[in-house]
């Protein structure tokens, strides 16, 4: 059953940590995405790869940072430079350019 | 600067009384518009692309149509379980192949 899969759900952090978002998928997708949505907010993007070993910043990447040195996977680290990480993030990959997205089911993450 | 604007910004309908969502762009060759669904607190879920003006996909009770500055999605006799937050999205020029989303138009069908 394809898909992609973000891990955990649910994450809670202090302040001053460092925190990294799982994303997966196996869809064979080339481009993976992450984006950030606040209550009231549109999806804003953060990093995207469109190939291995290769990413770029997206409009509110401080912050943040991301590896993709396997093509199933994507992970996002929220570092303590973020200055207001509370936000539910979202993870999509896609088959190539102007094509549809799919998302992955979201990771909330709280910081306190 | 491209831009993606969604109005209203919340519908409410009677089960059965249709309507429709709007999505306006501002984005220089628009190279696809893409319309989806999203229940709270999970991931958006892909409904249609459109690409080219004139164009019109349809899934159920939803038919979504584009011109050459905005697209409509058009509910027809509405149920309960069509209730969702609905996103637009068109490619983002300055990111590849990352996408700008609207805001959403959150739709709430009472029975």
């Known amino acids: 059953d394809g898909g992609i899969t973000q891990s955990p759900k649910y994450l809670f952090r202090k302040e001053g940590q460092n925190v990294t978002l799982s994303c997966e998928q196996n869809l064979n997708h080339d481009a993976m995405y992450w984006y950030r949505q606040d209550p009231g907010q549109g999806l804003r993007l953060i990093y995207y790869s469109q190939i291995v070993n290769d990413f770029q910043k997206g409009d509110i990447a401080e912050g943040y940072s991301v590896s993709r040195e396997k093509k199933e996977s994507f992970p996002l680290t929220v570092t303590s430079a973020q200055k207001n990480p509370t936000a539910f993030y979202l993870c999509?990959?896609?088959?190539?350019?102007?094509?549809?997205?799919?998302f992955g089911p979201g990771t909330r993450l709280t910081v306190t | 600067e491209d831009q993606v604007t969604q109005s209203p910004e919340a519908l409410r309908l009677q089960e059965g009384e249709s309507s429709s969502l709007n999505c306006s762009y501002t984005v220089s060759g628009l190279r696809g518009l893409f319309w989806y669904r999203q229940d709270p607190g999970k991931g958006p879920e892909f409904l249609f692309t459109?690409?080219?003006a004139g164009e019109e996909k349809e899934k159920e009770r939803l038919k979504a149509t584009l011109t050459k500055k905005e697209s409509f999605l058009h509910i027809t006799a509405p149920k309960p379980e069509d209730s969702a937050t609905y996103l637009c999205a068109v490619p983002h020029n300055q990111a590849g192949t990352a996408l700008i989303f609207g805001k959403g138009t959150t739709l709430s069908v009472s029975s």
């Open positions: 459109l690409y080219s």
């Open positions: 999509a990959s896609s088959k190539g350019p102007y094509l549809e997205q799919y």
